[in-house]
């Protein structure tokens, strides 16, 4: 059991009041999760006591900033059990990871009419990088599609697998309907030989997450979703798969030499990096993660998996509400319609409740064209959410469907 | 309940959101232009007739949204049908001052407007666009 109580308190934007002096009830964090003090506070001495440029200079700052960043390379390492800190490269976000990926995978691999498999159901970060890539290299770009519980129709994702397929790039834990992707579709790529990327930004912060179990080849996730700060993402790669691969970015810091004829490119995990890295970010990521782990990923998955399954309990007892992918094995997000009620009227009159949650697309255009909807309304849970907010959360349901049939 | 939301879902937004006058397309129409919302996905299509007097003779749309960009685009039509080119371009500029919260004077829009219902989106600036949405449509089609 964790002490909510303990870790509410750890997290100062709970005491904020919305409008009529409401209590914040915080459920958006599948959009960005909130800050524990000692990250805003370990981001406030790394810049009073020791910011310097990293890999750089030989002063004592410079020493101290590049030791503090590449912990944080060690923890994430450790975080995701990768084999080596070689294979974890810092980046600003999961989308320039998986833009990295593309960018240098398609250089590398990538032929006229190879295909790159995606589902519907993917967040535009994992589709428009690839978008891109095919107008570029005249590649196709197929799409599985869903079944009704929001997992993915593995038959028809089988069947678009074939001898043209280069690689495959799906979500883990969808920011639409909370499903897991099923560790079969991993396990038909590795058989198959098709390298994998997993999109991490949902899952990072609500399960466990071992790299070498779940058989994927590439991972990202974002560290704002893991209560670190914004700015900061990872990009993880399977050593002999990220050797092979060009660099994204030409800059300072990834070369091993230069003259005015070329260049030459230094080794693994820097030749991804150009440019000054987010070294104070990655420095919080990785405070961040020692946050989480103090309390335990298991014991955290397990407190969101019981909210999740409490708010669709209760969530299911409202006629007027629909539930997308009701029946699917959902973990921290909730996606749903008040029959008649546009989202944005459920999200601005749950506001002036307290209550923040999202409303639109998700990012998720595809998946909103085939389910024949605008725009949905979202929940999401973090560590510090309660059943009595969802309490709150419920009744404002209520008294929103009232308001707008009356 | 909160005055805030009862300034933005007044009556007559509700019930323009529920049912928009003039929804469907012009015909024949000699001006059109979309709108959209790439935030959350909100569309219209705007279509219009303006004669030879320079004078919007019907104006009509389709689409989806929420309360607040169907009832702007319905109250909208509502208000320009029959108006000026010259004087509707005046009403978009008052209305885009009024629903951004600025305290611009407004030079032809009073409280006895109906798009006056719409002032309460001022104290939610994130719903701005949604309000706004069916008056760029309309001034990008003058442009075309």
């Not at chain 1, 240098?104 to 790159?116: C, H, M, Q, T, V």
Request: glycine share 6%; hydrophobic share 40%; with cysteine.
């Amino acid at each position: 059991m964790l002490d909510i109580k303990k870790i509410r308190d750890d997290f100062p934007i709970l005491d904020k009041k919305i409008l009529d002096n409401k209590d914040l009830i915080y459920l958006d964090t599948a959009a960005s999760a909130q800050k524990p003090k000692v990250v805003i506070d370990e981001i406030n001495s790394f810049y009073s006591n020791n910011y310097a440029n990293v890999s750089r200079g030989v002063h004592t700052l410079s020493v101290e900033s590049t030791f503090k960043y590449e912990d944080a390379r060690k923890k994430v390492q450790k975080f995701i059990n990768a084999d080596s800190e070689r294979e974890i490269i810092f980046t600003k976000s999961a989308t320039e990871s998986i833009n990295l990926l593309a960018n240098s995978f398609a250089l590398k691999y990538i032929n006229e009419g190879d295909e790159i498999i995606l589902t519907v159901m993917e967040h535009h970060s994992n589709i428009i990088p690839w978008f891109l890539i095919r107008d570029r290299y005249k590649c196709n770009i197929l799409f599985a599609n869903i079944d009704s519980t929001g997992n993915i129709d593995q038959k028809h994702f089988e069947s678009l697998i074939s001898e043209k397929t280069k690689l495959v790039s799906i979500t883990h834990l969808s920011n639409v309907f909370g499903t897991i992707v099923n560790q079969d579709i991993v396990n038909l790529c590795n058989k198959a030989g098709i390298p994998i990327l997993l999109d991490g930004c949902q899952s990072a912060a609500h399960i466990p997450i071992d790299v070498k179990a779940l058989g994927c080849d590439y991972y990202v996730f974002s560290g704002h979703k893991l209560y670190a700060p914004t700015g900061v993402g990872v990009f993880y790669g399977r050593e002999n798969l990220i050797e092979e691969l060009p660099p994204y970015q030409g800059g300072g810091g990834m070369i091993a030499d230069v003259s005015t004829d070329g260049a030459t490119f230094t080794d693994l995990p820097a030749k991804f990096e150009a440019g000054t890295p987010p070294l104070v970010e990655a420095y919080g990521l990785g405070v961040a993660i020692d946050y989480v782990t103090e309390i335990g990923m298991s014991e955290i998955s397990e407190h969101e998996l019981k909210l999740t399954n409490y708010a669709l309990h209760k969530m299911k007892e409202l006629d007027f509400v629909d539930i997308h992918g009701a029946n699917g094995n959902k973990h921290s997000i909730i996606s749903f319609n008040i029959k008649n009620i546009h989202s944005h009227e459920v999200s601005s009159f749950l506001d002036v409740e307290g209550v923040a949650i999202r409303a639109g697309h998700h990012c998720c255009q595809p998946l909103m064209k085939h389910l024949s909807l605008n725009s949905t309304a979202r929940v999401s849970f973090g560590v510090y959410n309660t059943e009595n907010e969802i309490d709150t959360f419920i009744s404002a349901l209520k008294k929103c469907r009232d308001f707008f049939t009356k | 309940m909160n005055d805030l939301i009862k300034e933005l879902y007044q009556e007559i937004i509700l019930d323009h959101g529920q049912s928009p006058r003039n929804f469907g397309e012009c015909d024949p129409h000699n001006r059109s232009a979309d709108g959209h919302n790439p935030l959350c996905g909100d569309n219209l299509k705007l279509t219009f007739f303006i004669n030879n007097e320079d004078v919007i003779e019907d104006i009509k749309f389709t689409g989806e949204g929420c309360a607040i960009s169907l009832a702007s685009a319905s109250l909208m039509t509502e208000k320009l049908k029959g108006k000026k080119i010259h004087d509707a371009e005046e009403i978009f500029s008052d209305f885009t001052n009024l629903v951004s919260g600025t305290n611009e004077d407004l030079k032809v829009l009073n409280e006895e407007d109906s798009l006056y219902a719409l002032k309460g989106v001022g104290g939610f600036p994130m719903r701005v666009k949604c309000a706004t949405m069916a008056w760029h449509a309309f001034k990008s089609a003058l442009k075309s």
